[in-house]
Nanobody, 120 residues
Framework: QVQLVESGGGLVQTGGSLRLSCAASGRYTMGWFRQAPGKEREFVAAVSGPIGSTNYAAAVKGRFSISRDNAKNTVYLQMNSLKPEDTAVYYC?????????????????WGQGTQVTVSS
């Protein structure tokens, strides 16, 4: 059983930064997803387990950066230049896939989510 524990969410002003962390038991390809009120959950970013390849949603590319520290079994999502439309619950997820995939149904393990609120 894989346990995922997210941290680092909070309230920030437009243009600010936050860093989310996800502690995972085991070395998997890891992804971040988010769900805004009234919207479906969507892919944000992923990093593969074996070699650290990354993948980003178009909406966050250039502003967000995903990384991992395998020694600590922790994945990070550095979020810069935040916008009000980034407001959502952010979820960490793990998959046994080799590549940093975007498909939610391929992620078998999920964290409880952490709220990110960007004020205008």
């Amino acid at each position: 059983q894989v346990q995922l524990v997210e941290s680092g969410g909070g309230l920030v002003q437009t243009g600010g930064s936050l860093r989310l962390s996800c502690a995972a038991s085991g070395r998997y390809t890891m992804g971040w997803f988010r769900q805004a009120p009234g919207k479906e959950r969507e892919f944000v970013a992923a990093v593969s387990g074996p070699i650290g390849s990354t993948n980003y949603a178009a909406a966050v590319k250039g502003r967000f950066s995903i990384s991992r520290d395998n020694a600590k079994n922790t994945v990070y999502l550095q979020m810069n230049s935040l916008k009000p439309e980034d407001t959502a619950v952010y979820y960490c997820a793990a998959t046994r896939a080799i590549l940093p995939i975007t498909t939610q149904r391929e992620y078998a393990y999920w964290g409880q989510g952490t709220q990110v609120t960007v004020s205008s």
